[in-house]
T-cell receptor, first 113, second 113 residues
Framework: AQSVTQPDIHITVSEGASLELRCNYSYGATPYLFWYVQSPGQGLQLLLKYFSGDTLVQGIKGFEAEFKRSQSSFNLRKPSVHWSDAAEYFCAVGGSGTYKYIFGTGTRLKVLA | DGGITQSPKYLFRKEGQNVTLSCEQNLNHDAMYWYRQDPGQGLRLIYYSQIVNDFQKGDIAEGYSVSREKKESFPLTVTSAQKNPTAFYLC????????????FGPGTRLTVL
């Protein structure tokens, strides 16, 4: 079955600390992978995406993610978190020949001053 | 600026009433989507449309209806048949029906009283 797992429902980090949000997927075809961020009561904004090529992907707001096929993972990282990064983060997977995204259940990030 | 607009931002409905959520995009995208978001869950696809006058059911279409009379517009009607309509509704669009990036609107929060 196709699925996306974000094992951490909530994560709390101090401002300036590093961050890693986990995403594991199960997908039968070559995956197209996405990370979106959602502020409370708002829509989703694309942070970064991976379709092919270099497995380390750079995104907006200083985020990056690494695709590891052997681990079926696409973890999101940021070296130094800012208070404005507090939001909910969603990982999603799609595939060639399909329109459909499968979304994870999200990880809510809290940043301590 | 190009983007997706959803209106209203907040909507209240009495049980037994139908209500229509608006979604407009000026990105010249062919494909449009409606998602439902509930706390602690990922986004679930309600309906999608690849071109004008064509739309398909997603994973949770029961109790919802859509139309696509114009490329820019994809309104969603929540009917009285939807048993638990209170949720956050997100509209999205993409260039075409592929796994390419979906762009999201700001959402409409529907509350049934």
């Amino acid at each position: 079955a196709q699925s996306v797992t974000q094992p951490d429902i909530h994560i709390t980090v101090s401002e300036g600390a590093s961050l890693e949000l986990r995403c594991n997927y199960s997908y039968g075809a070559t995956p197209y992978l996405f990370w979106y961020v959602q502020s409370p009561g708002q829509g989703l904004q694309l942070l970064l995406k991976y379709f092919s090529g270099d497995t380390l992907v750079q995104g907006i707001k200083g985020f990056e993610a690494e695709f590891k096929r052997s681990q079926s993972s696409f973890n999101l990282r940021k070296p130094s978190v800012h208070w404005s990064d507090a939001a909910e983060y969603f990982c999603a997977v799609g595939g060639s020949g399909t329109y459909k995204y499968i979304f994870g259940t999200g990880t809510r990030l809290k940043v301590l001053a | 600026d190009g983007g997706i607009t959803q209106s209203p931002k907040y909507l209240f409905r009495k049980e037994g009433q139908n209500v229509t959520l608006s979604c407009e995009q000026n990105l010249n995208h062919d494909a449009m989507y409606w998602y439902r978001q509930d706390p602690g869950q990922g986004l679930r696809l309600i309906y999608y449309s690849q071109i004008v006058n064509d739309f398909q059911k997603g994973d949770i279409a029961e109790g919802y209806s859509v139309s696509r009379e114009k490329k820019e517009s994809f309104p969603l009607t929540v009917t009285s048949a939807q048993k638990n309509p209170t949720a956050f509704y997100l509209c999205a669009s993409s260039i075409d029906l592929s796994p390419d990036t979906q762009y999201f609107g700001p959402g409409t929060r529907l509350t049934v009283l």
